[in-house]
């Protein structure tokens, strides 16, 4: 210190972080921690224990911020929110990007769904090439964001709430429009339940495209015979036509996930015919009313993958009808349900099918 100076007092550097924990009875947090000293220090400190520690990501269920500032003020010069555990990862490569919106065949009247925007990485990119957008974002912070990101552009709506709950059929109606198309970057963690979930509003959805795990994009377009093939696979194909377009590179995300991803379109052509007669892309005999006890049935034939169709159905129905339904179809009683098209998965259906619905159960 120079003679007779007086040491300048650097402003404490106040940090607030809230942590929601991942655990109820694990209350994990640190408030208003004040420190001396240049704020740039402890700012990438406190940045650094939230983002690299192990602990902390062990304990705490993803949604953690952080506010700093200086003492006696109100506004915060940083703010940061991290949320692995809601299965987040956002699109950054503008790349992929623009690959993914020139190979959605969207058209300027359309109205577009857009699932988990984020931080609206590809909103302006879909907003731009149709006449209306509707951002269903979860996370409050992240809607609250475009909201403001978007508020003078009144053909762009952010709606804070969960896909899941959302009746597409009245978002349309309410809009003035009759159908829509889907979009979204799914998290992993949640594709099958958001994939029924559309698929029981397909009379107002004439198309749909979906960011997901590879893994799960294959099992979506899997086709008979192949390892991948089985109940998800069916359930698209009964209501669309999907299409593996091409790969995305866990490395295109931030956070990157720990695999890779593919994008997957949905041309919706039913196979479902209210007439019961056959008919081009119909499946014959599979009326709409039975459909939800034909799906259940299909999870029977796939519980056990590597057993044969009529030891997995033999619990539900009499062994003897099974087998019947097999020999009618000129099928081997070793027959796996892999082995099957939808078709085939209708014809043995309609043979051996109770009147009673069959019970509920988990695939294993």
Known sequence: MIPGRARRREPAARVMIVLQPARPLSLLFLNSCSFTGPIGYWSSRAVS?????????????????????????DKPFLSMALRPKLGQHFLADERYRGRIVDALPLLRE?????????????????????ARLV????????????????????HVEVVNGDILTSDLAQLCRERGFQSCFIFGNVPYYITSPIVHHLFRFRS???GMAIVVQREVAERLTATPGTREYGYLSVLTQLYSRPHLAFRVPAGAFSPSPKVDS?????????HLNATGK???GLVSGLRPEAESDFLEFVKACFSQKRKSVLNNLSGRYPRT?????????????????E??????LVQLYERVRARAPIEHYEIQ
């Open 49 to 73: 224990a939230i983002l690299y520690g192990k602990r902390w990501s062990g304990w705490c269920q993803a949604s953690a911020s952080l506010v700093m500032g200086t003492a006696g003020s």
């Open 110 to 130: 359309d109205l577009v769904v857009e699932i988990g925007p984020g931080r609206g990485a590809m909103t302006g990119l879909l907003a731009a090439r149709v």
């Open 135 to 154: 951002a269903i974002e979860i996370d409050p912070s992240l809607a609250g964001g475009l909201r403001q990101q978007w508020r003078q552009d009144g």
């Open 204 to 206: 107002v959805v004439h």
């Open 262 to 270: 593919a994008l997957v379109t949905f041309e919706m052509t039913t």
């Open 278 to 280: 056959a008919g081009p």
């Open 321 to 337: 009808r099974v087998e019947g339904a097999l020999k009618g179809m000129v099928l081997d009683s070793r027959t796996r349900a």
């Open 339 to 344: 082995q099957l098209g939808v078709q085939h």
